[in-house]
């Protein structure tokens, strides 16, 4: 596919549970970004990976919100212990570098209902 | 603490009118300022970029304005379709030692009526 995909499109949880969300970066990017977009908020920066460096994780809300990519492609975010307010649409942007002009393009997010 | 306050909230407009957004922003140190649009139940497509040198860009009827004195952008639309209703986001993004970090506003939701 040309573009960012993820999965999956929704997920309903209950509270406690762990759950994973896969975000497949456009093929070449070497910068990955996750996002929360909470119900009438604008999109949370969580983390960023860029090549093979550490990965940015300052805007990661807590010790229960983690997130690897492997290869450099395919990332997943984890979030353990669930609580309602982590329900929210989890978005992935990937471009081409991490210089800050160069055009994320997201994927259409993961819909994430935490009962 | 950087933010990017956006307005107004919503806007609901007739079809083939013209509308402009605003955007104002504290994010230090300025890298450059995005405005996205974000369809219902879709990830956001970028519209404009806009570094500090640009004043203006345009893309097709959507035009972006960007004052780095005042801190403010605005992004003007003209001739308005159906197909415009959506929410639309103003990222301004900072460079954060090796990082480029953005901040995103809460977005305008423009609706278009017929």
């Known amino acids: 596919g040309a573009g960012v995909s993820q999965s999956p499109s929704n997920k309903v949880t209950e509270k406690g549970k762990d759950v994973e969300l896969r975000c497949d970066p456009i093929s070449g990017h070497t910068a990955l970004y996750w996002y929360r977009q909470s119900l009438g908020q604008g999109l949370e920066f969580l983390i960023y990976?860029?090549?093979?460096?550490?990965?940015?994780k300052s805007g990661l809300p807590s010790d229960r919100f983690s997130a690897e990519r492997t290869g450099g492609s395919v990332s997943t975010l984890t979030i353990q212990r669930t609580q309602q307010e982590d329900s929210a649409v989890y978005l992935c942007?990937?471009?081409?570098?991490?210089?800050?002009?160069?055009?994320?393009?997201f994927g259409p997010g993961t819909r994430l209902t935490v009962l | 603490k950087n933010q990017v306050e956006q307005s107004p909230q919503s806007l609901i407009i007739l079809e083939g009118k013209n509308c402009t957004l605003q955007c104002n922003y504290t994010v230090s140190p300025f890298s450059n300022l995005r405005w996205y649009k974000q369809d219902t139940g879709r990830g956001p497509v970028s519209l404009t970029i806009m570094t500090f040198s640009e004043n203006t860009k345009s893309n097709g009827r959507y035009t972006a304005t960007l004052d780095a004195d005042t801190k403010q952008s605005s992004l003007h639309i003209t001739a308005s379709q159906l197909s415009d209703s959506a929410s639309y986001i103003c990222?301004?993004?900072?460079?954060?030692?090796?990082?480029?970090?953005?901040?995103f506003g809460r977005g305008t939701s423009l609706i278009v009526h017929p």
């Open positions: 942007a990937s471009s081409s570098g991490g210089v800050s002009y160069n055009e994320q393009f």
């Open positions: 990222v301004v993004s900072a460079r954060s030692g090796g990082s480029y970090i953005p901040t």
């Open positions: 990976f860029q090549g093979n460096s550490a990965p940015d």
